[in-house]
């Protein structure tokens, strides 16, 4: 099955979580926002969102930073 993470079509296997994709993807969930369609997924909902043919996503990681 393929959903599209930022533009990019990813093979996921049928029943995939958010935080399957997420491990695949080698990404810590707790450094990463997900969009799916319009909405921000609760970070608590990653273990549970099982992702559906087609999904769109998108992945805003933070990075850590500061002045010097």
Do not use: C, W
């Not at 029943?15 to 810590?28: D, F, K, N, P, Y």
């Not at 707790?30 to 992945?59: F, M, N, S």
Request: proline content about 6%; hydrophobic content about 50%.
């Amino acid at each position: 099955m393929q959903v599209k993470v930022n533009d990019r079509l990813v093979d996921v296997p049928a029943g995939a979580t958010v935080a399957m994709l997420l491990a695949q993807l080698r990404l810590e969930p707790a450094r990463v926002a997900v969009v799916i369609g319009a909405d921000i997924l609760p970070r608590e909902e990653y273990p549970t969102r099982v992702l559906v043919e087609g999904d769109l996503l998108e992945l805003i990681s933070f990075v850590g930073g500061g002045h010097a």
